[in-house]
């Protein structure tokens, strides 16, 4: 069974930058999409970035495009994501999750258990 594990997370000001990693174990991620989340005290987790299982594939919400970009190395099993120029906003407990479908089209979903960041001066 695919297990996540984040790392990279804690205490960055304004404007600097953060990478945080994703590293998989119990098996490949080649065949899994990868999505990072984010969750804001009092705030329903939302999805931020993803990157298709090739690794062609990107996508952004809005409030990250243009600061953040996701990567992957399947060789390596992980995934990061760099964070440039966060503002306070962007602190949170940021997860990563991988999904992959099956023949049958069932969703086979796996999460990290979260790393916290906070962005403060």
């Known amino acids: 069974q695919l297990q996540l594990v984040e790392s990279g997370g804690g205490l960055v000001q304004p404007g600097g930058s953060l990478r945080l990693s994703c590293a998989a174990s119990?098996?490949?991620?080649?065949?899994?999409?990868i999505g990072w989340f984010r969750q804001a005290p009092g705030k329903e987790r939302e999805k931020i970035s993803c990157?298709?299982?090739?690794?062609?594939?990107?996508n952004y919400v809005d409030s990250v495009r243009g600061r953040f970009t996701v990567s992957r190395d399947n060789a390596k099993n992980t995934a990061d994501l760099q964070k440039n120029s966060p503002k306070p906003e962007d602190t949170a407990v940021y997860y990563c999750?991988?999904?992959?479908?099956?023949?049958?089209?069932?969703?086979?979903?796996?999460w990290g258990q979260g790393t916290q960041v906070t962005v403060s001066s």
């Open positions: 990157i298709s299982a090739s690794g062609i594939y990107t």
């Open positions: 999750n991988a999904e992959r479908r099956d023949s049958w089209g069932r969703p086979y979903t796996y």
């Open positions: 119990g098996s490949a991620l080649d065949y899994y999409a």
